[in-house]
Every structure is written in C-alpha cells, then in structure tokens.
C-alpha cells in the first residue's frame, strides 16, 4: 500500500478570487478565508482549508495535495524518488505555511501533473460552520474526496503512479465514444484509506487540466440542496443526478469557476483491501448521469 494516506487538498487557479468565495459558500456549503501568502482557502472541516485558491492565469487546477501519516513516510518515499532518479523539488517554509504542512515536495506525473506530497498538517480545531448548513462533508482520514486527472501518455503515467507513488488498482473502465472507436482508458487508484478511489486517470487532455474533483456529504437530502443551490446561483450542470456503478456514489456535476468539473455526491463505497477484487465495468453509471447536458450547456 502507498504510503499516501489521501488526497488532502487541491489547488485551483483563477483570475477572480471572488468567483470561488461565490462559488464555495452559496453553492458547495463551504467556509472561506483568506490564506497567508495570498490566495482563498476554502475549509469544508476541522482543517483550515482543503481547497487553496491562488489568483492568476490560465484559469485552471493547478495540484493534488497528498498527505502522508508521518516523517517516516515522508522520507521513505522521497528515498524512492531520488532512487528512481524522479525529479522533484523541496519546497520552502513559506510554501509549507500556505499549505498549513510540516514539509512538502512538488513532483509532476509523465504527463505534466502536479502532486504536492506533504506531511504533518497543521489543525487549529476550528469548527466546521457552513454557511448554508451543510451538517458535514466526509473527510478525514479518507481526505477531502477524489481528483480525476488527464493523462494522455496513458502507460507512462499509470506506471508512475502504481511505481513511483504506490497507488494500486481499484477498477478499470474503457469508455468507448462510438461503437466502432477505440477505447478511451480510464483507472481509478486507491491509496491509504477506505475510499474506493483517489484519484483516477483518463486517456484524455482537458484545457482545465482536471476532468473533475469529487466532494462528499452524508445524506441524499443534501445532494438535493445543492442541487437547488445550483440551479439558484446559475452555475451550469456537467451531468445529471445518477448511480455510479463502481463506487456506489450517487452524485450530479456541475462546473466550477476553474472551467473543472465538480462531482458532490452521498454513499460512496468504502473497501477492505484484503477483500478486493480489481475488475472493468462497462458503464458508467447503473442510472442516471447523462453528460450530454453539459455538452448542451457549451453550445
């Protein structure tokens, strides 16, 4: 198993810091505040932020924050990056005291993704109040949800996540566009938690450098809240409310101000590794989660 315990924030890029505090607190439920250095933070529990949102240009996702259990950890596995003769670099205090970590290295996938591999957050044990009363978000040891990244120099960086990071396979999906094209890869990848999945790849380019982040409440009546909160504040919906097959999630998709896509869904699938079997599905969705609407919502 990885010594990544979760996926413990994402960083996303904007021209306009107040399209994200809009977003965050009258869509998603969540808390904003400023973050030292610059930039938003945007808190969803306990922790100061899991979301950073710095201000510039492209409009785009910027990393995936992985935390790890400890120093040990930490060091072990930049052992294994200097061994594997994978580049990265240290970062300074400054870095660390925006991203509320004790330490954190930056290393980027085959295909030009950026991972910000941390340990020892920082908690000051505020509490969660969300501005529209979302009661919690899951998190915790299963961090803050999950990132589906682009990856089309697909066998390179599938390799470097399961060899270099120690991801390992929870389930694969080939999507395939038309019937007569060729299949389009997907894999989803667990690490040092419960969570089906953490991260995802996809054989496949996306301008916003993100297919889609993953955020989770505890009940359904709450991903009917932010539906509604959705349709009040105009934000345009990727894809329908449905049943994903794999993990069990049922969720909708609606854009974020970063031009991503955001999944907020209710009973995701938690797994005992020791009684997993890794295996393809062959749709997306066992009801529901029609994408065309978002293509719709381009035109």
Same mark, same amino acid.
């Given at each position: 198993?990885?010594?990544?315990?979760?996926?413990? =924030?994402?960083?996303?890029?904007?021209?306009?810091?107040? @399209?994200?505090?809009? =977003?965050?607190?009258?869509? !998603?439920?969540?808390?904003?505040?400023?973050?030292? %250095?610059?930039? !938003?933070?945007?808190?969803?529990?306990? #922790?100061?932020?899991?979301?950073?949102?710095?201000?510039?240009?492209?409009?785009?996702?910027?990393?995936?924050?992985?935390?790890?259990?400890?120093? @040990?950890?930490? $060091?072990?596995?930049?052992?294994?990056?200097?061994?594997? $003769?994978?580049? =990265?670099?240290?970062?300074?205090?400054?870095?660390?005291?925006?991203?509320?970590? +004790?330490?954190?290295?930056?290393?980027?996938?085959?295909? %030009? +993704? #950026?991972?910000?591999?941390?340990?020892?957050?920082?908690?000051?044990?505020?509490?969660?109040?969300?501005?529209?009363?979302?009661?919690?978000?899951?998190?915790?040891?299963? %961090?803050?949800?999950?990132?589906?990244?682009?990856?089309?120099?697909?066998?390179?960086? /599938?390799?470097?996540?399961? +060899?270099?990071?120690?991801?390992?396979?929870?389930?694969?999906?080939?999507? #395939?566009?038309?019937?007569?094209?060729?299949?389009?890869?997907?894999?989803?990848?667990?690490?040092?938690?419960?969570?089906?999945?953490?991260?995802?790849?996809?054989?496949?380019?996306?301008?916003? @450098?993100?297919?889609?982040?993953?955020?989770?409440?505890?009940?359904?009546?709450?991903?009917?809240?932010?539906?509604?909160?959705?349709? /009040?504040?105009?934000?345009? !919906?990727? /894809?329908?409310? %449905?049943?994903?097959? +794999?993990?069990?999630?049922?969720?909708? =998709?609606?854009?974020?101000?970063?031009?991503?896509? !955001?999944?907020?869904?209710?009973?995701?699938?938690?797994?005992?590794?020791?009684?997993?079997?890794?295996?393809?599905?062959? @749709?997306?969705?066992?009801?529901?989660?029609?994408?065309?609407?978002?293509?719709?919502?381009?035109?």
């Amino acid at each position: 198993m990885s010594e990544i315990r979760a996926l413990s =924030y994402f960083v996303a890029q904007i021209d306009d810091l107040q @399209k994200w505090r809009e =977003y965050a607190e009258n869509v !998603l439920g969540m808390m904003t505040n400023e973050a030292p %250095g610059g930039g !938003l933070y945007i808190k969803m529990d306990d #922790r100061p932020q899991r979301i950073l949102i710095v201000q510039g240009e492209p409009v785009c996702y910027v990393a995936s924050g992985w935390t790890l259990a400890g120093k @040990k950890d930490f $060091d072990a596995l930049v052992a294994r990056l200097e061994s594997l $003769d994978v580049q =990265y670099r240290r970062e300074d205090q400054a870095f660390c005291q925006q991203r509320q970590v +004790n330490e954190a290295v930056v290393v980027h996938d085959p295909c %030009g +993704n #950026r991972h910000e591999l941390t340990w020892g957050y920082l908690s000051d044990c505020a509490p969660f109040i969300s501005p529209q009363g979302v009661p919690r978000f899951l998190t915790g040891d299963m %961090g803050l949800g999950h990132t589906v990244l682009p990856a089309p120099d697909f066998e390179a960086c /599938a390799a470097f996540y399961q +060899n270099v990071l120690g991801f390992e396979m929870t389930d694969i999906f080939n999507f #395939r566009p038309a019937p007569d094209a060729p299949p389009v890869r997907i894999h989803f990848m667990h690490c040092g938690n419960s969570r089906h999945h953490s991260l995802a790849i996809a054989e496949y380019d996306v301008p916003s @450098k993100c297919v889609h982040v993953m955020v989770e409440v505890d009940s359904m009546t709450e991903v009917g809240r932010a539906h509604d909160r959705r349709v /009040a504040n105009n934000v345009p !919906l990727s /894809a329908t409310l %449905g049943q994903h097959l +794999n993990d069990r999630m049922t969720s909708f =998709y609606m854009k974020t101000p970063s031009g991503f896509d !955001l999944e907020y869904g209710w009973g995701g699938l938690q797994v005992d590794w020791d009684q997993h079997t890794a295996f393809e599905f062959t @749709k997306v969705s066992i009801w529901g989660h029609d994408f065309g609407v978002g293509q719709q919502e381009q035109q």
